[in-house]
């Protein structure tokens, strides 16, 4: 649950990692790709400074760095298996929660969000109109939030 369509071509890879399926993971790592995932379901595009993508990318593109990001992003998975404990800890301890989430965020859906209000009905949940990195754009509202609900 929460998983978007941004995780598509990871799931066969997930499945039986070999050349085949790893071909449409190696694009996450393009440079097009990247300024996607920091643009993609921004209100205000010109809010985003290139420089983040710009560096993301220098790093990204670093002799040896592919197969080091393959092998994280085949791990992923890995996060999937313990969201069931996860959501027991919520529940069980009701932790003080804000969840700001950008609701295009084409990786992790609204659905995930407001999953968490299951377990932690007193959590504050701001659904803002942006993609996946909501810092780049509503760094303000989130620091005021931060502020107001965890002190």
Known sequence: EGIGSGFD???????????????PV??????????????HGVKDVSRINPDSYTVDQFFLDR????????????????NLTHYDEWHEFFRSRQPKTLIVWGKNDPFFTV??????????P???????????????????????????VLG
């Open 26 to 39: 190696r694009g996450l790592l393009s440079k097009e790709t990247t300024i996607f995932q920091y643009t």
């Open 9 to 23: 071509a990871m799931k066969p890879f997930w499945a039986n990692r070999n050349a085949e399926t790893e071909a």
């Open 111 to 120: 659905g995930g969000a407001k999953a968490y209000l299951r377990d932690i």
């Open 63 to 78: 002799p040896g760095n592919d197969a080091i990001q393959l092998n994280l992003l085949h791990n992923y998975q890995s």
């Open 122 to 148: 007193a959590a504050e949940l701001h659904l803002l109109d942006t993609g996946h990195f909501a810092l780049e754009d509503s760094a303000d509202f989130i620091a005021q939030e931060i502020t107001k």
